[in-house]
């Protein structure tokens, strides 16, 4: 792969073979519906790669479907959001201010003001609950399993520890798009056709939101009543 931020974004395809660990086989009740568990509006969801496994759903019909689930630790994650068009726009972010803490305006903490998009593990949990659930182990504490299509992800390959971004269908374990991020936490490539160019998009932005903060409040400075998103 190019590994520049501005290289051209491409499907996430690799020669190398999948780790073997066994296909796992499981029988769901009923007729395999994925639709059925996608409500919601998604979540965008920012972690750390840890592997990936197969598994096949057998449904009541006898069909046999196919899934790579990754096993991704979590880092950061947001609500998706879309206009009255159902085309996706930057999530409805709050703005950032620093709050005096301290004797004599010695001591900083970063507050939000209003709601926010931004959702914490237990509220991706929550949010992605269904029986398909349980059919995976995560790999680590507080990580996700994800599943995608076997025909779309089967050749997809990362090493462990590369830092990665995802889309889900709905507030679901369904996987809509798979970006690989480089060292700086931009995106360099990419398995779906969203539109989005390689380098800092609102993506980057809003999931670099939450490291600003907790640097600014380590450092105990910053700009007070600043929109974090004004250029």
């Given at each position: 792969?190019?590994?520049?931020?501005?290289?051209?974004?491409?499907?996430?395809y690799?020669?190398?073979?999948?780790?073997?660990?066994?296909?796992?086989?499981?029988?769901?009740?009923?007729?395999?519906?994925?639709?059925?568990?996608?409500?919601?509006?998604?979540?965008?969801?920012?972690?750390?790669?840890?592997?990936?496994?197969?598994?096949?759903?057998?449904?009541?019909?006898?069909?046999k479907?196919?899934?790579?689930?990754?096993?991704?630790?979590?880092?950061?994650?947001?609500?998706?959001?879309?206009?009255?068009?159902?085309?996706?726009?930057?999530p409805?972010?709050?703005q950032?201010?620093?709050?005096?803490?301290?004797?004599?305006?010695?001591?900083?903490?970063?507050?939000?003001?209003?709601?926010?998009?931004?959702?914490?593990?237990?509220?991706?949990i929550?949010?992605?609950?269904?029986?398909?659930?349980?059919?995976?182990?995560?790999?680590?504490a507080?990580?996700?399993?994800?599943w995608?299509?076997?025909?779309?992800?089967?050749?997809?390959?990362?090493?462990?520890?590369?830092?990665?971004?995802?889309?889900?269908?709905?507030?679901?374990?369904?996987?809509?798009?798979?970006?690989?991020?480089?060292?700086?936490?931009?995106?360099f490539?990419?398995?779906?056709?969203?539109?989005?160019?390689?380098?800092?998009?609102?993506?980057?932005?809003?999931?670099?939101?939450?490291?600003?903060?907790?640097?600014?409040e380590?450092?105990?400075?910053?700009?007070v009543?600043?929109?974090?998103?004004?250029?």
């Amino acid at each position: 792969f190019d590994h520049t931020p501005h290289a051209k974004m491409s499907r996430i395809y690799d020669d190398r073979p999948l780790q073997q660990e066994g296909v796992k086989n499981s029988r769901w009740q009923g007729k395999w519906d994925p639709p059925k568990l996608q409500g919601g509006a998604g979540i965008l969801l920012e972690g750390v790669y840890h592997k990936k496994t197969r598994h096949v759903i057998q449904d009541s019909t006898g069909e046999k479907i196919r899934y790579c689930v990754f096993h991704i630790e979590f880092g950061n994650a947001c609500q998706r959001r879309y206009n009255s068009q159902g085309l996706e726009i930057e999530p409805s972010f709050s703005q950032a201010k620093l709050v005096n803490t301290g004797y004599l305006n010695s001591s900083y903490k970063s507050v939000l003001k209003g709601a926010s998009d931004l959702l914490t593990y237990d509220e991706v949990i929550k949010r992605v609950r269904s029986p398909l659930v349980d059919y995976e182990t995560p790999s680590h504490a507080h990580s996700l399993c994800l599943w995608g299509e076997d025909d779309v992800y089967s050749s997809v390959e990362c090493e462990y520890g590369q830092g990665v971004r995802l889309k889900t269908r709905g507030d679901s374990i369904f996987i809509e798009s798979f970006t690989k991020l480089d060292s700086e936490q931009r995106q360099f490539s990419a398995n779906y056709t969203g539109g989005e160019k390689a380098g800092e998009s609102w993506t980057d932005r809003v999931m670099g939101f939450k490291q600003q903060q907790e640097t600014r409040e380590e450092k105990g400075g910053g700009e007070v009543e600043e929109d974090e998103w004004d250029d």
